[in-house]
């Protein structure tokens, strides 16, 4: 059985007209011999009001709940989808993620898939009907709804294509694909036709808001091929795949990212001893907040280092109580908070044995007189952290550096 | 255990005010010692919302697929009730339809409960959790969510009760009882204390917009105490109960109820031959018409008769085909529709045995200049169809006439 997994963001399904478009999606596909499953994400607004709706009735609200509640928009989503599917004279079938059989853990509100049973997916299937699956949750061992948390509707898709190997699995969004920067900041910005996964790995992670990397990860692992288009127009988007090392022992930049939603924070004059870092990191493991780019000073005449790092600013309360705590711990100094930052990263392949790809990159900044906060390479990406208010131009400044507007040489 | 359950509207949870009033409700009778179930409907207009979104999408939609959208609305008012009662420091649990085992057949829409599974329910009663169960909704033999249609939540409610062998089934809604009369048309209506299964059945099918008869008829059947009930006070509401028969062998008018949610349609010069009426009921029943006060003309000199009866407005389409259907195949003239009419009903017991009672309803109507269209009796009731305009003039008088302003004798 040929199958096609066509995930539809909340955008695509925002009202009457995007899900009629969506549906003629399907229906298309259907018709020309693929067997359709369309994971539908929760229409527009939805998870926003309902969740502000809780909020106004408990300031923190019970997660449990909390998924009750919010699985009902990808309910939603389904139902209106296969309503507007069967209005086009083609069957169809709204199943939620426990009818779906997507068996996931019991971490309300950021569960993670376990097992996917598709043996009513696949009865459906074969009676030629278009399956739409709500996205974004599961069911647990207590048979209670968890939801799947950020990019949830992107990872039921792709584990979707996994589990019933799918040709392929097609992320429609709002936008046209991914590109080599964000074009509405780079205007000559480029779609890239295709991609890696590692690339595509680096740019998510990075900033790029196009898809959330556990999704990204578990198309890695299970060789399915995503390919991110516009719910609007029928041009092909981006395929992220497994690439032919075509660049072997040469370096390629394919894209820049940014992101303005960290913060970063310094533990300043921690003791020079062994153990530190590892002290620190800890503490922020223990309550669950992500990390990226350590970064430590070499040490001073005095014996202390200054320890610095970025995380999530939705994450900056629990941050800075968590680092506040080794800090005292430690004996260090103080803890400092930096806000008013944001960070480019270059992403490509093969930086670590091309170190002019990173020359050219604090160059590029320099001669635009922007000064550099924070450096971190690897050698699929090398981020730096720039003032607010310059990250537009250093983007701008660094897609022409590298010409990225033009596509690349085979 | 001792066991309450008690049901929560949807003008009851239509708001986080009103969610937070309902769930201390819930949590005072958990205080007093009693096992608390609480099933809730969909918040305010939430159905009707939902309703009209699938309308936009397509005309009519997959029943199916309705119920798959409608049932989010319930879903969403257990968590919202779950999340309040377990901001008052008591320990709750939402459970839709599906997991609280309430099993139903497929009629999708307007499904029947089959049975009840309430392990999981009572599982979690013994934790000493209130259960927040979603009305309306149950799950077939195919593992579908089906609606139970109007006056669904209710349904849930007193089947609930009867499953748990519950000591009482507590609806809130916002009238504070069942009424002699509805008070916003009789200002001196008197709040009713209690009433036999038998009369409140009466009532609503005349309708008393109270409740539906099908949940009065499954209390009857298990004897389940319902006490209808404000939410928005304390005063005890109306119990609805088996009642000893202390009226025996005397008339007792306990209110009045009025429709004006039915057309009329009569078929004229239908042929005076046996079978006629019953192919044109069976013509309604094939077509899942509700019909109300059939009532045969005697066969004039000419050896035709007209046969008249009642029908909700919102199926006056499919009754018009319906009949006219009818007609052709008997060689009857025409099918006559009446839609400016409305049906009075007095309700009571012993009417049968007590004619003066129908001899002071027609007199009052008479008295006050009100024409009577149609007249139907039976032990229980006595309706009359009046002209559209005059229907409060006809409550007021009688219940004047009948002194329902006073408490009965006992």
């Known amino acids: 059985m040929k199958i096609m997994v066509m995930k539809f963001g909340g955008t695509s399904v925002a009202d009457p007209a995007r899900i009629h478009r969506a549906a003629e999606r399907a229906v298309a596909a259907r018709k020309k011999g693929d067997h359709v499953v369309a994971v539908i994400s929760a229409p527009g607004d939805m998870t926003d009001e309902l969740t502000a709706l809780a909020k106004r009735v408990c300031e923190e609200p019970d997660k449990r709940e909390m998924d009750m509640l919010l699985s009902t928009g990808e309910q ?30 019991s971490r309300h509100t950021q569960a993670r898939i376990v097992r996917i049973r598709p043996r009513k997916i696949l009865e459906e299937l074969r009676k030629g009907r278009i399956v739409a699956v709500a996205g974004f949750q599961g069911i647990n061992p207590e048979d209670d709804i968890t939801t799947l948390g ?15 190997k799918a040709r392929a699995c097609e992320i429609y969004t709002d936008v046209s694909g991914v590109y080599t920067a964000d074009p509405r900041l780079v205007p000559e910005a480029r779609k890239i036709p295709e991609i890696s996964y590692e690339e595509m790995l680096e740019l998510s992670s990075a900033g790029a808001q196009v898809m959330y990397s556990r999704s990204i990860e578990v198309a890695q692992s299970y060789g399915v091929v995503i390919h991110v288009r516009s719910s609007f127009d029928f041009r092909p988007g981006t395929f992220v795949r497994k690439m032919k090392e075509t660049t072997m022992e040469k370096a390629n930049v394919s894209g820049l990212a940014l992101s303005t939603s960290e913060v970063r924070f310094s533990v300043v004059e921690v003791p020079d001893q062994p153990g530190v870092a590892a002290r620190i990191l800890s503490e922020m493991a223990r309550n669950d907040i992500p990390v990226d780019m350590i970064v430590q000073s070499a040490p001073t005449h005095r014996g202390v ?9 939705h994450n900056r309360k629990e941050a800075k109580a968590a680092l506040e705590k080794a800090c005292r711990e430690l004996g260090a100094q103080r803890v400092d908070e930096y806000d ?22 604090f160059e590029t900044l320099a001669k635009n007189k922007i000064n550099i906060h924070m450096i971190s390479t690897s050698d699929l990406k090398i981020s730096c952290v720039v003032p607010k208010g310059h990250e537009e131009n250093a983007l701008r400044a660094l897609h022409k550096a590298f010409q990225l507007h033009r596509p690349p040489r085979k």
Do not use: Y
């Open 76 to 105: 939603v989503g389904i139902a209106l989808f296969a309503i507007a599917v069967k209005n086009k004279r083609c069957d169809a079938i709204s199943l939620t993620g426990p009818q779906a059989g997507i068996e996931a853990d």
């Open 150 to 164: 950020r990019g949830g509707s992107d990872l039921t898709a792709v584990a979707l294509a996994a589990a019933l």
């Open 305 to 313: 280092n200054d320890i610095s790092l970025m995380t999530p600013r």
């Open 340 to 361: 008013q930052i944001a960070k480019i990263s270059v992403i490509g392949t093969g930086f670590r044995h091309h170190s002019w790809v990173a020359a050219k990159v």
